[in-house]
Nanobody, 128 residues
Framework: QVQLVESGGGLVQAGGSLRLSCAAS??????????MGWFRQAPGKEREFVAA????????YYADSVKGRFTISRDDAKNTVYLQMNSLKPEDTADYYC???????????????????WGQGTQVTVSS
């Protein structure tokens, strides 16, 4: 069982930056055993993949729409995964969700169904 709590969302002007945080607590395996990801969901749209980071922190993967603007990272000492968002656009407006799964061999997960644990989300609004 893993609990995930996001924070850091808010209102920002286009071109601005935000850093989202996701604090994890696990009663079974250490946080360092989990692949972690960020997803987002805009009103009336399906939840979509944003970024993922491997359990080791060595591998990352990004959606094309955020590549070069967003950076995912993790601090295992703090049981926290981050999403640094720069050059924000109005189309980045959405609820952002943190997700996790126990690591597996193979490519980083980017489908909603590949993750077992989810946070409650944090709202990001980018004004034009």
């Amino acid at each position: 069982q893993v609990q995930l709590v996001e924070s850091g969302g808010g209102l920002v002007q286009a071109g601005g930056s935000l850093r989202l945080s996701c604090a994890a607590s696990s009663r079974t395996f250490p946080f360092s055993n989990y692949d972690m990801g960020w997803f987002r969901q805009a009103p009336g749209k399906e939840r979509e993949f944003v970024a993922a980071i491997s359990w080791s922190g060595i591998s990352t993967y990004y959606a094309d729409s955020v590549k070069g603007r967003f950076t995912i990272s993790r601090d295992d000492a703090k049981n926290t995964v981050y999403l640094q968002m720069n050059s924000l656009k109005p189309e980045d407006t959405a609820d952002y969700y943190c997700a996790g799964r126990l690591y597996k061999l193979g490519p980083l997960p980017y489908l909603v169904t590949e993750y077992d644990y989810w946070g409650q989300g944090t709202q990001v609004t980018v004004s034009s």
